[in-house]
């Protein structure tokens, strides 16, 4: 999730954990502070932009690795408000800040290395866009009641039902996903089209319209469905993959490590001579986040050449008009 939201929630669970034991602003700004910290692996950069890409969301997000950091950070917090006797409750806030992170992270499309160091193995539900109001603004009310509603009481009673509506709110998002998968895999028998490797996200900003990717060897086909559809069949458009210049270049490194990260959901084409990946999981066709010039394809001994990132966006008010109207159940195609 966008760290603006991993900060509220740090600072709502905070506030939750400490309670009345220290002062609201003090459990708020600290939780948001753990909250934030397993983001600033951005601020390292590897060299190439497909490697920062797939080392987001590694070792500062692995649930072990944030668990033991919390002992320290405890200690300190604790120290510098002079409450060693909270050490105990203040590494239980901090971790649980620390550890939701990455749990958060979870829900989303990406893939999160939860498991380091024992694997890079990155894992995403994808019910959750990276960015969704409905979830983040419950935690706004939660954390501006920690530090300015009176009494305490009344506050944390906001807080508590603020967390408990956004957890809520994940659990939607998935039994969504799980809905709309059912309905895809009905449209996409009814098609004669294949559901072995099937993608459902939602699409920006709300868990009421959903993307769905379907694999189909050299093509992969693109629909959308609103709940607002009820029963009427998805209509997918397919697109062409790639697949002679991946079967060509397979044993190129960018290509197998975009490849694994994204479970096969990329494509490549050919632009004057020099290949281009696109994870498929982020964006809509013909606009993705993270689209790489990987240079020509390599000779026998040829080092591979930094990869250019070339993301496409899609224009915001004409992405935007067209959401609405698929909100509200009416069959327009989607931009591009």
Do not use: C
Request: glycine residues 10%; proline residues 6%.
């Amino acid at each position: 999730m966008d760290s603006v939201t991993q900060v509220l929630l740090g600072a709502s669970i905070g506030v939750a954990v400490m309670g009345r034991r220290t002062a609201l602003w003090k459990s708020a700004v600290w939780g948001g502070v753990a909250g934030l910290l397993p983001d600033l692996d951005v601020l390292l950069d590897h060299g190439d932009p497909i490697l920062n890409m797939i080392r987001h969301r590694a070792e500062t997000h692995a649930l072990l690795l944030l668990t033991l950091f919390a002992f320290p950070m405890a200690w300190l917090v604790s120290r510098i408000h002079h409450q060693a006797r909270l050490y105990g409750r203040w590494w239980w806030a901090l971790m649980l800040a620390l550890v939701t992170h990455p749990l958060l992270d979870l829900m989303t499309i990406y893939g999160t290395q939860v498991f380091q160091p024992f694997t890079d193995e990155a894992y995403g539900l994808g019910s959750m866009f990276i960015i969704d109001p409905a979830y983040s603004l419950p935690l706004l009310v939660g954390v501006v009641a920690a530090f300015r509603v009176k009494p305490m009481g009344r506050a944390l009673r906001i807080n508590g039902w603020a967390l408990g509506l956004s957890t809520a709110y994940l659990a939607w998002s998935a039994l969504g996903q799980a809905w709309v998968t059912q309905q895809a895999r009905q449209s996409l028998q009814a098609q004669g089209l294949p559901t072995q490797q099937l993608m459902v996200t939602p699409a920006p900003l709300s868990t009421l319209v959903w993307r769905v990717v379907a694999l189909d060897g050299e093509r992969f086909h693109e629909g959308f469905y609103a709940l607002m559809d009820g029963d009427r069949p998805m209509r997918f458009v397919a697109h062409d993959r790639g697949a002679r210049w991946a079967a060509q270049n397979a044993d190129h490194p960018q290509l197998q490590r975009l490849a694994r990260f994204t479970d096969g959901f990329f494509k490549v084409s050919d632009q004057n001579g020099k290949l281009v990946l696109t994870d498929l999981r982020m964006g809509q066709e013909p606009a993705y986040v993270f689209s790489f010039d990987i240079g020509p394809p390599l000779q026998p001994g040829q080092a591979h050449p930094v990869a250019q990132q070339q993301s496409r966006r899609m224009d915001v008010g004409v992405g935007l008009k067209w959401l609405g109207q698929r909100i509200l159940g009416r069959d327009v195609p989607p931009p591009g």
